[in-house]
Each structure stands twice: as C-alpha cells, then as structure tokens.
C-alpha cells in the first residue's frame, strides 16, 4: 500500500494506492468467505470455482465486498503512521481507478481544526463572592416553617389564594360531558396551576357549601385534541377550605426542626452554610468566566459535523431523560407538535460553543504541556473506591486502560481550569 497525503483548509487528502498482488488477496479472501452462497450446475454448493463465477458474473464480483473489507486496514494503518492527523468525521472515500491490477482511491479526511490561541493569562477576571443578607436566612428559616406547618380545616372565612380545597367539579363542553371531566372530594392547591387557566382564580371568594359555574376555555396547546381551544364550563361545589398554620418561631422550633436549641444558632448555622454556598457558587462562576473568556480570545474554525455530533449527544441525552419519565422521544415531539429539527436547532448554539471550548483547553493544555499529575489520579481513584465501598488498589487493579484514560482526562481537565486560576490577574491587580 502507498499512499500520498496533500493538506487542505480543514481536512486532509490521501491518495491511496493498492498494487496488485495486495488486490489480489483481498479478492481471494472474500471469495474464500463467500463461496458457500453459490451454487452452479455441475458443481456442488460452495465449489464453484471462483474463475467460473468471475466469467459468468463479470472480474468485478469480489470487487465490491474486497474494497469494503481492505479499506479499514489500510485506512487505520495510514492513521498510525500520520500521528498528526486527527479524524473527526468519517472520510469521504471516492474509487477513482479499479480492476483486477490494483485499486486506486481518495479518502478526504475532515481533521481537527488549528487553534490560534489568543490571551489565556492575565485575563483580568474578578471572583466575587456576595455577602449572606439576613432576608435570605429568613427566607431559609421560612422553607423550614413551611415544610413543618400544618393544615387546618378553615370555616369562618371565604377561599383564599395559598388555600387547599376539597371541591366536586362536572365539566361540560357544547353541553355535554367529556372524558376525564368530572371528579368527586378532588382535593386542589389554589395558586398551584395545576388545572386549565382561569379555574382556580375562579374558586378564589367561594365559601363552604357554595355551588358556582365557572366558565374557562382549555389551551390551544392542550394534550387532549378534542379540546383543543375549546370553552367549557365547570359546575363546582366547595366542600371543604384548609390553610396552613406556621409554626412560631422560638427555640421550641429550632429544636423540632434541627440539631440546635436556640433560633440563634439554628440562625448562624443557616448563615454558615449559605455562605458556603455562595463561595462555591462564585468559584465556579470565575472558573466559567475564565474559560469564556480564553475561547473568547481564541481563533478556531469549527467544522459543521463535530457541532453535529455534540447536538447527537445532547439529543441523546435528552432522550435518555425522558425515558426515566416513561416518554419516548417520538411521543414527546408529537405532544409538543415539534420536529427533530426543532430540537436539534435548540442545543445548536451550545454544540457550537462546547466544542469550540473543548478545542481551545485542549490547545492550552499542549501548550503548556499541562498532565494528569499522579498524586490527583491516585487521589481520584481513591474518591471512586470510597463509593465503592473497595480500597483503591483494588479499584486500580480492575480498571480497564479506557477508564484509567478517563480519570486522567479528568485530572487534566481541572488541572487546565487551576492553571488559568493560578495565572489570571485581576482588574486590581492589573491596576
């Protein structure tokens, strides 16, 4: 096998050349594979000769099937030797010359862009990290009352938004019942939108035992097709009307609701873990911005199939989601009334942007020459063994070398995020 290689704007060339004694082979070995589906007369099935069914079906029989079976080796033999040609696509390969001397072909080869690397350094990114205000540890001390509040059955008073209710309900459409239309004691969060628009804020000022028509008009985007847009009327009854009484807040409910026995320190506890929080929250919003900013700068030519192949596996993903739900891909775009285009175009701009991104930390991390440090995989695989409930030299020992790759990505990939960290200056520092 010889082969040539020209470099063009984004992809790669390679003219192939297959002399005929390679040819030859890889006919032979296909007819040796094969000869068992013929049958001639005067020749017992699988012993025709393979000269006799050339001269009857014509020299390019084999042809076909030997290219598809040779192609493969010779192509991945080419990919061993040029270790700086990166595939990112399938090869578009064209026969330009074939018979029984040898074969002639192109692959043209869509390759890993060039990155120009722009400013990666100094980048002038500020952490900031927001204080704790006391409305949000409130706002916390709320959640936990909230969660331990009880419902109380309200008789002096009409229907409230916040309310829970017990209603009979009998909904008609033209004058008459539909399906799924009518339920006995249903018991309804008003404010919670769970029924169609304008029913709850209807039932909002009735009083127990009260009875009311509610007029609403179902969606146009509503799941039943009969219904679709349609006005329809509702006959409720009230039965029954609760509201949620707050537990006061003392020492009495920070011992019921946590490990503390006063509201102070339940208070500072709050405090403590909501500034945490905000700390994690403001390191991973400066490390988004110091990689967003490094793309930024950067100059790279996205090919069109490596965004195709990012929305794939977002498309997949999604479709992976939906299953834990019970809902089929297909049955999702038919109750949205969408298309696989619609949803392909949806993830479109973040393809575009997660591989441009993946591109340039790539490119920072030869640069720089940045590696998967020992002490951090070994720090890794013992976290992975912890939640195996294993020790890491077992864990180790049972590692295929494509998961060990992927544990050394890893490392690499927060070691390229430390190093941007390490060698960002700030707009004060830079002042």
């Not at 441009?356 to 013992?382: F, G, W």
Request: glycine share 6%.
């Amino acid at each position: 096998m010889k082969y040539k290689v020209e470099n063009k704007k984004g992809q790669v060339l390679v003219k192939f050349s297959i002399d005929a004694k390679e040819w030859e082979s890889a006919i032979e070995s296909v007819y040796q594979k094969t000869k068992g589906k013929y049958s001639m007369p005067g020749f017992r099935k699988g012993k025709v000769p393979r000269k006799v069914l050339e001269n009857t079906y014509g020299k390019g029989i084999f042809f076909e099937d030997a290219f598809n079976d040779m192609f493969p080796k010779y192509y991945n033999e080419m990919l061993e030797k040029e270790t700086e040609i990166y595939p990112v696509d399938r090869p578009d390969v064209d026969v330009t010359a074939i018979d029984d001397k040898g074969v002639k072909f192109t692959a043209l080869i869509t390759v890993k862009p060039e990155v120009e690397l722009g400013e990666y350094k100094n980048l002038g990114i500020e952490k900031k990290v927001e204080s704790v205000k006391a409305k949000e540890v409130e706002a916390e001390l709320n959640k936990m009352a909230d969660k331990n509040a009880r419902l109380v059955s309200v008789t002096d008073r009409a229907v409230q938004s916040g309310d829970e209710v017990i209603i009979d309900y009998s909904g008609k459409v033209d004058g008459e019942l539909f399906a799924g239309g009518t339920a006995g004691k249903q018991s309804l969060k008003i404010g919670s939108g769970m029924f169609i628009p304008g029913f709850e804020e209807q039932v909002i000022g009735m009083n127990i035992g009260e009875e009311k028509d509610l007029n609403v008009k179902f969606p146009e985007d509503y799941h039943a097709e009969e219904l679709k847009g349609k006005d329809a009327v509702f006959a409720v009854k009230l039965h029954e009307i609760k509201a949620k009484e707050m537990p006061a807040m003392d020492d009495e409910f920070a011992k019921d609701v946590s490990e503390f026995d006063t509201l102070k320190d339940l208070k500072a506890d709050i405090k403590k873990r909501l500034t945490k929080e905000a700390k994690e929250r403001a390191e991973i919003k400066f490390e988004n911005e110091l990689i967003a900013k490094a793309c930024e700068n950067a100059k790279v030519e996205v090919p069109q199939c490596m965004i195709e192949s990012q929305i794939d596996s977002y498309v997949q993903e999604f479709e992976y989601q939906l299953s834990y739900q019970g809902i089929k891909l297909d049955d999702y775009l038919k109750y949205t009334n969408s298309k696989m285009e619609d949803l392909r175009k949806i993830y479109a701009e973040r393809a575009a942007v997660a591989v441009k991104t993946r591109l340039v930390m790539e490119a920072i991390v030869k640069a720089e020459d940045i590696k998967a440090d020992k002490k951090s995989v070994n720090a890794r695989i013992a976290e992975l063994a912890e939640q195996m409930g294993k020790s890491a030299d077992e864990v180790k020992a049972s590692m295929h070398p494509s998961e060990m790759e992927y544990i050394e990505n890893e490392v690499i990939s927060k070691n390229v995020v430390e190093f941007l960290k390490k060698n960002n200056v700030s707009a004060k520092e830079a002042e």
